[in-house]
């Protein structure tokens, strides 16, 4: 990664962070179980970040990716994608948790965009990301239309009619990977073409749906479960450019907590899709 790349992407995480800390676009669910003593909730980890890095096993893992291939082979590397924080977010934990003193939805979504930030400068350098945040590239008095987006963008119809924030088509296709040209209904093409027209953008990245649960008693100091739909279009036609969705099971096998980083698993998982050459691809 070149200088300036590495650069554009510290200022653009900065400008994230900002953004985040005064409140983030769609919807966030900060979510505990009702056992145990509400007030050790915050009880800081004190074996979190003092012996080395996270390390982590994989396992129960679901994996699915879709890909339009008219749209993927005609990507402009050097246009304007708008960045959007994750349209839902469902953070889950138990009431008495060391390992989840930093652990809340806007800290997951912060984490998500730190790589899909480093993804986006890797797989495309040139291409210019944009926050899709009021103060950003939305304007302040857009507020009220960035609040009705996630719902309106998540309520959505898509595959098999199902709405866009529902999981189950793409659990049911469980290791299928494949071109797939789906009808974007109407509307969904309409609210696309429209954003890409109200802001000037030609993509839009829409990570859907993330939820995490974690859990203290997995592997050898604890761990979590991750679910995401991440998704990304090709606003100005409303198609869709390509979909992942990852699903797993996080375990420690060291002595360090997973309190940050959750993301780091699914790095090579969405890396996967940016990478591939489609053109040597055999849908399966």
């Known amino acids: ?47 979190c970040g003092t012996r080395g890095e996270i390390e982590l096993k994989i396992t ?11 749209a993927y082979t005609r990507m402009d590397s050097s246009a304007v994608v708008g960045v959007f924080p994750t349209l839902r977010v469902k953070a889950k934990r138990p009431e008495v948790c060391k390992m989840c003193h930093s652990f809340s939805a806007d800290a997951l979504d912060f ?64 290791g299928i990977e494949q071109a797939f040209t789906r009808e ?18 030609r993509y839009v990245s829409l990570p859907l749906v993330l939820e995490v649960e974690m859990d203290p008693d997995l592997g050898r100091s604890g761990g979590y479960t991750w679910k995401i739909a991440w998704s990304l279009w090709d606003a100005r036609y409303g198609e869709l450019v390509f979909l992942v969705y990852s699903e797993f099971t996080a375990a420690t096998t060291g002595r360090v907590a997973p ?26």
């Open 1 to 47: 990664m070149s200088l300036a790349g590495t650069c554009a992407g510290c200022v653009f995480l900065v400008c994230l962070l900002g953004c985040l800390l005064a409140g983030c676009a769609g919807l966030r669910d900060d979510a505990r179980g009702n056992d145990g003593d509400s007030g050790m909730r915050d009880t800081p980890c004190e074996e």
């Open 60 to 70: 129960g893992e679901k994996f699915y990716r879709e890909w339009n291939e008219k």
């Open 111 to 174: 984490d998500l965009a730190h790589v899909e930030d480093s993804l986006f400068v890797k797989a495309f350098p040139k291409m210019k990301r944009e926050l899709m945040l009021p103060g950003m590239r939305l304007p302040d008095e857009d507020s009220l239309y960035v609040d009705s987006l996630a719902v309106r963008l998540l309520g959505s119809p898509f595959a098999d009619g199902k709405k866009l924030g529902d999981f189950s088509p793409w659990v049911e296709r469980d």
């Open 184 to 201: 974007v209904p109407a509307k969904l093409k309409d609210l696309l073409a429209g954003i890409a027209s109200r802001y000037e953008v």
């Open 259 to 284: 309190e940050k980083e959750w993301s780091v698993p699914f790095a090579p998982r969405l890396w996967k899709m940016f990478s591939t050459d489609i053109s040597k691809l055999e849908s399966h």
